[in-house]
């Protein structure tokens, strides 16, 4: 083996010639010194099913072809882009020093080269599942494992030519049933002992069947002396204290009442404080969708010189996360890794559907992402920290000046951004902390020049039919024709530079953005057999302890230091339909009225109704209206007859056009389906 001239020179000019010898000629028999921060090893697939959708073709794109596979990479943990990774100096090493990680690895792709269009689609999974194709291709069998033609749903990514990719980020998700996993390192003491610590678990209880509560993480005793129960209805009620003859250990990862085969108490909050062991380094899921996004873009080659399935071919990649995925690109932008291992851009564009101004339990000791926060449920994780909104300011609550930008700012790393939002995510979510400061007041929407915010109109988090577990039948509209809408805009905007619609969210300067109480401040109107309480998710401060910047968590359940950030909704017309955001031609040329909220049933009667709103028709005749006491228009009022409907879906249709949020194929579907209707018929 020749050495270089310099290295040689060092070693003969060296107080230990030989051990530094050996020590080089050691490395160098391991194989290439590692110079990037993060990589991917090696890709290995699986399975190629070619073509997929039972040979159907998408337009001018053609047929598709699916790969499923795995990825194995590492991140050095002493990198500073990787040491804000909590716990990752207490992961085991490999010889090189790095710390390795494994994840499923899932592409869709056009089989003719020449068709693809140079842009990937990113989802970002959401527990483990795949929600693209719902969301944006209008399927409803696609699940976890699109292979059907009727899976492919209207096929609208796979005419546009995107490459569609999925890989494992959630340490916590089960594999098995086609979801995405990603297999990290748990963390250890320096010899090598397990960390143990305090975890919380919150049993969220619908139903009178649940007869076990899971635990996230092994507990580390099974001593009931270091553990505790407590049950309530809602967060206002002061928890009970679940007597220890009343509760066991089944084993280190569930417990459950007693006597055995006692049912939790349906529409109830458990709360199960005990000491865990053996944390993953849940924070490695940020380094691996980094350095695999990355790698789609630059690779040519994995580890062992296989050719990547995409190399030459990625020009731009947009990350589309639903719910949980879209939180954890804020916290992902936030911590700085649209920064890769050369200290290029990631993402060129970010697509977050539902995150509201939210992080999550990702990067934490003991991490628990599947939580979220809502009025109801899951308000004791640290999920609502400050920094909340992309622009930069001083917050007067905690004495810091930051903003999720803030990272890749000084990097020239930041990616364009669209934030859309249900109205859901303003009352269960604490959704106006996105667009405003400490006080509540307006932040500059220009301020951020690479971003723009959205709220679909009167949309709930998550389309229902039926009461379900709320008072009302839910609001079963959907988003997708407008997200469709917007991510040709962010594709334009980042591929050519054209300019995407303007924000479109509810602001103070023009009372569109108001306190939920008094009723009268919301304009929602008095519908008989319809509770209004103005109940909605606070801005929280809580106290987790001294050390949770690093991570750790020391004070569970945390203390409620008080409510230090107001927290605004959207203001409604007559109708009780929000006036400002997007308003599809459901909230435009409605047939009801249709709320981002709801109030539980059951012992939890009043309570926010978690991710559901309602849909409150209207009266089909004036007669009708009046002998209920309804002071909204009836049906016949509105529109006179069934043409007058139409037109109205029309009209509403071709002005969401005009303005880019809609496209044709989907502004002319509704008005089919109007034209389809039995409306005043």
Not at 56 to 84: H, M
Not at 392 to 421: H, M, S, Y
Request: aromatic content about 10%.
């Amino acid at each position: 083996m020749l050495l270089p001239t310099n290295l040689l020179r060092i070693i003969k000019h060296s107080r230990h010639p030989q051990s530094l010898l050996s020590a080089i000629l050691g490395i160098l028999l391991l194989g290439p010194l590692q110079t990037a921060t993060g990589e991917i090893l090696r890709v290995e697939i699986a399975s190629v099913q070619s073509p997929t959708f039972d040979g159907s073709t998408f337009g001018n794109t053609g047929q598709y072809e699916k790969l499923v596979g795995k990825a194995f990479g590492q991140i050095d943990p002493n990198d500073p882009r990787n040491t804000v990774i909590a716990d990752v100096a207490r992961a085991p090493r490999n010889l090189r020093g790095m710390v390795e990680y494994s994840m499923d690895v899932y592409i869709l792709r056009p089989i003719e080269q020449s068709k693809r269009s140079g842009r990937v689609l990113f989802e970002i999974n959401n527990g483990g599942s795949k929600l693209s194709f719902r969301y944006l291709n209008d399927s409803a069998s696609g699940g976890n494992d699109p292979t059907t033609a009727a899976d492919a749903g209207i096929g609208f990514l796979m005419r546009q030519g995107y490459v569609i990719a999925w890989t494992g980020w959630d340490a916590t998700v089960a594999p098995g049933n086609n979801n995405l996993a990603i297999n990290v390192p748990v963390a250890k003491n320096s010899d090598g002992s397990s960390i143990v610590g305090p975890a919380l678990e919150e049993f969220v209880i619908d139903n009178s069947t649940t007869m076990a509560g899971v635990l996230t993480y092994p507990a580390a005793t099974l001593d009931k002396s270091q553990a505790s129960l407590t049950v309530r209805n809602r967060y206002s009620d002061p928890p009970k204290t679940v007597a220890a003859t009343d509760w066991e250990f089944v084993n280190a990862q569930s417990v459950r009442l007693l006597p055995a085969g006692t049912p939790f108490q349906s529409g109830t909050l458990y709360e199960f404080a005990y000491l865990a062991k053996d944390p993953l380094v849940a924070g490695l899921g940020f380094a691996a969708t980094r350095d695999f996004a990355s790698y789609m873009r630059r690779a040519q080659a994995d580890g062992p010189g296989t050719a990547f399935p995409l190399a030459g071919n990625v020009r731009f990649i947009y990350s589309f996360g639903v719910s949980q995925p879209a939180r954890f690109m804020h916290d992902f932008l936030y911590l700085g890794f649209n920064e890769d291992e050369r200290g290029q851009r990631v993402f060129d564009g970010i697509f977050d559907w539902l995150g509201a101004g939210d992080g999550g339990f990702f990067n934490y000791r003991f991490a628990q992402p599947a939580r979220t926060h809502r009025q109801h449920i899951g308000r004791f994780y640290p999920e609502l920290q400050f920094p909340f909104t992309n622009q930069i300011f001083t917050d007067p609550v905690t004495g810091q000046t930051d903003g999720r930008l803030r990272r890749c700012q000084v990097t020239d790393t930041c990616p364009k951004i669209f934030e859309a939002n249900s109205g859901n995510e303003f009352w269960a979510k604490a959704g106006s902390l996105l667009q405003t400061d400490s006080f509540g007041y307006d932040l500059n929407l220009h301020a951020a020049p690479n971003t723009r915010i959205y709220l679909f109109s009167s949309l709930p988090h998550v389309a229902a039919t039926g009461p379900g577990i709320c008072q009302q039948p839910r609001n079963p509209v959907v988003a997708g024709p407008g997200l469709r809408a917007l991510l040709v805009a962010l594709d334009e905007w980042v591929s050519w530079g054209v300019e995407p619609p303007p924000s479109q969210v509810p602001q103070r300067w023009n009372g569109t953005l108001v306190s939920s109480l008094p009723q009268e401040s919301v304009g929602f109107p008095s519908i008989p057999g319809i509770k209004y309480n103005g109940l909605l998710h606070t801005g929280d401060l809580l106290n987790f302890g001294p050390s949770l910047n690093q991570g750790i968590l020391t004070t569970i359940p945390p203390v409620m230091k008080e409510s230090a950030y107001p927290v605004l909704v959207p203001r409604t017309d007559a109708d009780g339909n929000d006036v400002a955001g997007i308003r599809l031609p459901d909230i435009a040329a409605p047939l009801a009225t249709y709320t981002g909220w709801a109030l539980r049933d059951g012992p939890a009667a009043d309570d926010g109704c978690d991710q559901f709103g309602q849909q409150i028709p209207f009266a089909q005749t004036q007669a009708e209206r009046l002998a209920k006491g309804d002071p909204r228009p009836a049906i016949e009022e509105r529109y006179q007859e069934h043409d007058g409907y139409v037109n109205a879906v029309r009209k509403a249709a071709q002005k969401l056009l005009r303005r880019r949020f809609l496209l044709l194929e989907d502004a002319e579907q509704y008005v089919r389906t109007a034209e389809a209707s039995n409306v005043l018929r």
